[in-house]
């Protein structure tokens, strides 16, 4: 069956969400961490309820759940959930954001007019030949687009439609969520998987049309304090140890050719320093540190606190502590256990006509939390490009094929069910 989502649609329906400034706050401690999620959390509600879905709802933390009903006579088909978040990185300013249709790319350097030094370029971007003639959406300069993750809230929301409008495709339940605050890893902290009622999920929050993600990094996060010793600085001589040059020193110390984010790709796990916060009398330092296997994630913290404990012993009277805080893991060796999860997948995008590229995450998704706590759950492409930044952009055709990609998975798992 021939499944066609128009990308103009698309385009319309993801330029209305990128306007929504839904940015999240990795220091705050409610949730969502910003109230501002919400505004598209209920824009979303009253769409699927204006489609005709009528359980449709924004919960008190932002997250939106959803069903359409099974229309299938089949009894077994178990509840599909298509996921995707509403938040934005903190990377970058997700205020005022103004995207712009480019509605047939020519192939020439896009400007953006907000900002002339910010210039999109197939030399630094080559996934734009594969959108010659096609829409392409892009920020004005100032801000980041929000294709991570309002291309994937899209792509399901389009899928809806399609569904509601074609009610002769047969299809099992399908559960709808959007979550809050996925960019600062709190994505599934107040998630009711009892009311969310999936047996498996897709995220839809992925790079180039085809991609299928089925393995992440194992996450955790280190914090390293510092306690110094402070007297007056007047008269401080053979006294003083001050905590913030030990916090520095730690990081002098980290290797410069290895062992990090921008030393390091493929499989290669890394540590990664992201704040610095203190006085002279007590600093911390806080790391993020990545493997795909736990193992390596262990030597990885045993590495870090050792050299940590070789800078102290340089500053008599200094003392440290070293805490491990467990983040998510490789959603993989889950997947594994429920294989059809990926096969489906795999056969959904080659029937929207796509080549799969099965990929490994050097980094994470809602997806990796949900196989830890009862949703086996992958990573489906929808087409983000440059994302977290001022030259993020995504191709319309990508969007809706990750619709397309939606539509034909749900009718497998009728078929096959």
């Known amino acids: 069956m021939t499944i066609q989502i128009s990308p103009d649609n ?25 109230e501002k999620q919400k505004d598209l959390s209920k824009l979303l509600s009253r769409e699927l309820q204006g489609m005709g879905i009528t359980n449709a ?3 008190v933390y932002g997250y939106v759940y959803a069903t359409i009903p099974a229309n299938t006579e089949k009894k077994n088909v178990p509840a599909i959930c298509f996921c995707a978040h509403v938040d934005t990185a903190p990377d970058c300013s997700g205020t005022d954001v103004k995207p712009i249709h480019h509605r047939f790319y020519d192939g020439r350097d896009i400007v953006l007019p907000d900002d002339p030094s910010m210039v999109l370029s197939r030399k630094d971007s080559p996934y734009l030949e594969q959108h ?43 559960r709808i969520l959007f979550t809050p605050d996925e960019e600062v890893g709190q994505g599934t902290a107040k998630v009711d998987m009892q009311k969310l009622g999936a047996r498996f999920g897709y995220t839809l929050d992925g790079g180039e049309a085809g991609s299928l993600e089925d393995e992440t990094f194992s996450a955790d996060g280190a914090t390293i304090t510092i306690e110094g010793i402070i007297v007056h600085p007047g008269y401080a001589k053979g006294k003083l140890v001050n905590a913030l ?16 984010p921008e030393t390091t790709n493929g499989r290669e796990g890394f540590v990664h320093p992201v704040s610095v916060n ?41 003392t440290m502590s070293y805490a491990k805080q467990e983040q998510y893991r490789n959603m993989k060796s889950v997947l594994d256990q429920h294989p059809q999860v990926v096969t489906y997948a795999e056969e959904a995008i080659k029937r929207a006509g796509l080549q799969v590229k ?34 993020e952009w995504i191709g319309t055709k990508d969007m809706a ?17």
């Open 132 to 174: 010659l003639n096609h829409g392409v959406i892009t920020a004005s300069g100032q801000t980041l687009l929000g294709a991570d993750d309002k291309s994937g809230v899209t792509a399901i929301m389009e899928a809806a439609l399609f569904f509601i409008q074609n009610p002769a495709v047969k299809h099992g339940d399908i």
């Open 358 to 391: 099965k990929e490994s995450i050097r980094g994470g998704t809602d997806g990796s939390r949900f196989s830890y706590i009862g949703m086996p759950c992958p990573n489906i492409f929808t087409g983000m490009q440059n994302i977290h930044s001022k030259l």
């Open 401 to 417: 094929k990750a619709a397309e990609t939606i539509v034909h998975l749900s009718m497998i798992w009728e078929e096959k069910s």
């Open 57 to 59: 709802q924004t919960d």
């Open 10 to 34: 698309v385009a319309e329906r993801f330029m209305r969400y990128a306007r929504v400034d839904t940015q999240s706050d990795p220091t705050a401690t409610v949730h969502p961490t910003t």
């Open 278 to 318: 203190g006085i002279s009398e007590k600093a911390s330092i806080q790391f993020i540190v990545r493997d795909f296997d736990e193992q390596n994630l262990a030597a990885h913290h045993h590495r870090l606190k050792a050299l940590a404990e070789e800078v102290i012993n340089q500053y008599p009277g200094a």
């Open 245 to 260: 040059k030990i916090a520095g020193t730690i990081l002098d110390a980290l290797p410069k050719d290895n062992w990090s």
